[in-house]
């Protein structure tokens, strides 16, 4: 199957009622663990690509040439969108030009006059190619690839505004943040999420910063209109974690467990498991 928009599926989950997981891919053994999980769930699947991933993968055009491939060789029949996670304008639009079927112009650092302009010109370019655009308003707390955010909610009144535009769908900051969540964390404000939903008019919305927030609050938030979540910090904390183990009880050291393909594989069945547990909690199983 060909990479597509995440417009349809998106639309769809926010119809009837479920969210599609966005995780970040940083190399061959991630792709090939989510679209794995993706395929064995029966699951729509975006695939997460930031700026600082795509450079180390060596570039956009590298990063859509193996997910095609991959989606060729392992006969991936669900529905997949490749999309530049937290895009400025210019890496936006690289990777329209590269190929990608969706992409994020994270436009909430600039004044709103300015993330509506910008916005307006890279939905303007999307459009053209049926590729999907993802914005953003009120910025998301934590650190992603240098774009740091104070987690600020985002005002619903700018978010009608940002969400008229004609993009695909809108993140906005409501208290989430990238990373892991501190201790004394307030959660999430269902409040203004259950107003930016009202006001903008069905658009799926989005929510960054996926790892940690409780199961029950993340089934609220999707009742409120929340169709995509973000899900990255927990595939590295899951991957690091087996990989230490397998380290640690000496099997790197036993026959040719140095190979790294059985050196990554404990780290690649944590993907998968995680990126299935997520599937399910999202209501994305079998929705493909
Ligand atoms: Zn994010």
């Not at 230490?244 to 993907?271: C, M």
Request: hydrophobic fraction near 40%; proline fraction near 3%.
């Amino acid at each position: 199957m060909k990479l597509v928009s995440a417009k349809p599926m998106l639309e769809k989950a926010r119809k009837e009622g479920y969210a599609v997981g966005q995780f970040n891919i940083n190399n061959l053994e991630w792709t090939k663990a989510i679209l794995t999980a993706a395929q064995e769930q029966q699951s729509p699947v975006i695939l997460g690509v930031s700026e600082g991933a795509g450079k180390y993968m060596t570039g956009f055009k590298t990063v859509v040439n193996m997910v095609e491939g991959m989606l060729d060789t392992l006969n991936i029949t669900v529905p997949v969108a490749l999309h530049l996670d937290h895009g400025s304008f210019e890496g936006a639009k690289q990777c329209i030009e590269a190929g990608f079927s969706s992409v994020m112009f994270d436009g909430s650092h600039y004044p709103i006059e300015e993330n509506i302009a910008k916005t307006k010109e890279i939905v303007a370019i999307a459009n053209e190619k049926g590729i999907s655009v993802e914005a953003e308003v009120g910025s998301i707390g934590g650190e992603e690839d240098g774009v740091t955010g104070t987690g600020e909610v985002a005002d619903p009144e700018e978010c009608r505004m940002i969400a008229s535009l004609g993009v695909s769908m809108l993140a906005a900051g409501i208290g989430n943040i990238h990373g892991q969540y501190p201790e004394n964390w307030q959660g999430l404000n269902m409040e203004v999420l259950k107003e930016i939903g009202e006001t903008t008019n069905n658009i799926p919305l989005v929510l960054h910063g996926g790892t940690g927030i409780p199961n029950a609050m993340v089934t609220e938030a999707i009742s409120y209109g929340v169709s995509k979540i973000n899900v990255n910090t927990e595939c590295q904390l899951v991957f690091a974690a087996a990989t230490r183990a397998y380290i640690e009880s000496g099997q790197d050291k036993v026959g040719k467990g140095f190979d790294p393909r059985k050196l990554l594989k404990p780290g690649y069945d944590a993907i998968i498991k995680v990126v299935k547990e997520k599937m399910d909690l999202f209501g994305s199983t079998e929705k493909a």
